[in-house]
């Protein structure tokens, strides 16, 4: 296995810099129900298979792909285990890389391949009681821990407070890349009024309607993103309650105006109104309106397909 490419080519251009790595992780059991992990060369440290999404591919192609690559399975995504985006959770390699971790775990049923190690990243697999773990990274271990209390709802990390002011992401990348395409991470919500109607936003930059929402910035989780964009777009305080889907596709892929060109990668969460008062973010809105899912009006890409799985969630996490 060799450094994912888009990894590879965002350090040529910023070095050892804090940058937000997606990623995906496969949770593979045995007939005991023990979990698969593999003991980094890099950290020592035992880790659940996966690794980072390269340009071009959804997540679940990247958990596809990297489980092949790590530990010789064929595997095919089964349920989303949960989305782990914690600033707490970053982590420093030891070449001095920094990463901020944009981080899904899907549930991963074998259906070919056999297992062995790669001979480069990997020392060795082994399959681990989750009451009887050996030393795992600090994600791995946060991970291990909620597959424990896992019961069908996809899992994430709460909005955190933090002393520290976030950066702005999209603007520290684009000062060192360019226009060129950059996985973008970001987050959005969906509340309903009292006749179970969603509030959506009309775009200023296209005129298309979506749902509130945004780019990540750099030191802040996808949760205190959202409940950001939220009180920015449209005034109101949320706070998520449940993770509807993450959206990772290339077909979601954004060109805009100046030439920026950009693959997102949004987690999407049914949220709860807690305060604040309606109004829209002139810069950005055009206008607000609250809407039936089943008559909805010309719709960004990415939100159309929220919408669908809103209508539809019954509480499993979809992936697009």
Same mark, same amino acid.
């Given at each position: 296995?060799?450094?994912?490419?888009?990894?590879?080519? @965002?350090?040529?251009?910023? #070095?050892?810099?804090?940058?937000?790595?997606?990623?995906?992780?496969?949770?593979?059991?045995?007939? +005991?129900?023990?979990?698969?992990?593999?003991?980094?060369?890099?950290?020592?440290?035992?880790?659940?298979?996966?690794?980072?999404?390269?340009?071009? /591919?959804?997540?679940?192609?990247? $958990?596809?792909?990297?489980? +092949?690559?790590?530990?010789?399975?064929?595997?095919?995504?089964?349920?989303?285990?949960?989305?782990?985006?914690?600033?707490?959770?970053?982590?420093?390699?030891?070449?001095?890389?920094?990463?901020?971790?944009?981080?899904?775990? %899907?549930?991963?049923?074998?259906?070919? #391949?056999?297992?062995?190690?790669?001979?480069?990243?990997?020392?060795?697999?082994?399959?681990?009681?989750?009451?009887? @773990?050996?030393?795992?990274?600090?994600?791995?271990?946060?991970?291990?821990?909620?597959?424990?209390?896992?019961?069908?709802?996809?899992?994430?990390?709460?909005?955190?407070?933090?002393?520290?002011?976030?950066?702005?992401?999209?603007?520290?990348?684009?000062?060192?890349?360019?226009?060129? =395409?950059?996985?973008?991470? #970001?987050?959005?919500?969906?509340?309903?009024?009292?006749?179970?109607? $969603?509030?959506?936003?009309? +775009?200023?930059?296209? &005129?298309?309607?979506?749902?509130? &929402?945004?780019?990540?910035?750099?030191?802040?989780?996808?949760?205190?993103? $959202?409940?950001?964009?939220?009180? /920015?777009?449209?005034?109101?305080? $949320?706070?998520?309650?449940?993770?509807?889907?993450?959206?990772?596709?290339?077909? %979601?892929?954004?060109?805009?105006?100046?030439?920026?060109?950009?693959?997102?990668?949004?987690?999407?969460?049914?949220?709860?109104?807690?305060?604040?008062?309606?109004?829209?973010?002139?810069?950005?809105?055009?206008?607000? &309106?609250?809407?039936?899912?089943?008559? @909805?009006?010309?719709?960004?890409?990415?939100?159309?397909? =929220?919408?669908?799985?809103? +209508?539809?969630?019954?509480?499993?996490?979809?992936?697009?």
């Amino acid at each position: 296995m060799t450094m994912p490419q888009y990894l590879a080519w @965002l350090r040529q251009h910023l #070095g050892h810099q804090p940058i937000i790595f997606t990623c995906a992780g496969a949770i593979i059991r045995d007939e +005991r129900g023990r979990v698969l992990l593999q003991k980094r060369s890099d950290f020592g440290l035992w880790d659940i298979p996966g690794g980072g999404q390269e340009l071009g /591919e959804s997540v679940a192609e990247t $958990v596809v792909r990297e489980a +092949r690559e790590e530990v010789g399975l064929d595997v095919e995504p089964k349920r989303l285990i949960g989305v782990y985006t914690s600033p707490r959770l970053a982590s420093t390699y030891p070449n001095g890389d920094q990463v901020q971790f944009v981080a899904v775990y %899907f549930e991963c049923a074998v259906v070919g #391949g056999e297992l062995k190690t790669d001979g480069d990243e990997v020392l060795e697999l082994d399959w681990f009681n989750l009451d009887n @773990l050996p030393s795992t990274t600090p994600l791995t271990t946060h991970v291990l821990k909620d597959i424990q209390r896992f019961r069908g709802e996809a899992l994430f990390d709460p909005a955190e407070n933090s002393d520290k002011s976030p950066i702005d992401y999209m603007t520290f990348l684009r000062q060192h890349i360019g226009h060129d =395409k950059v996985i973008l991470p #970001g987050a959005a919500g969906m509340i309903r009024d009292e006749n179970g109607r $969603v509030l959506l936003q009309r +775009r200023r930059d296209n &005129g298309l309607w979506g749902f509130p &929402g945004g780019l990540m910035e750099l030191g802040e989780s996808a949760t205190r993103a $959202v409940i950001r964009e939220f009180r /920015e777009e449209v005034g109101l305080d $949320v706070e998520p309650k449940r993770l509807v889907g993450v959206y990772t596709s290339p077909k %979601f892929d954004r060109s805009y105006p100046n030439g920026d060109q950009s693959q997102l990668f949004i987690s999407f969460y049914e949220c709860q109104l807690v305060g604040g008062g309606l109004r829209a973010q002139e810069s950005e809105v055009l206008e607000l &309106g609250w809407f039936d899912l089943n008559d @909805l009006p010309p719709m960004v890409a990415c939100c159309e397909a =929220k919408a669908h799985d809103a +209508r539809i969630f019954k509480g499993e996490a979809f992936w697009r």
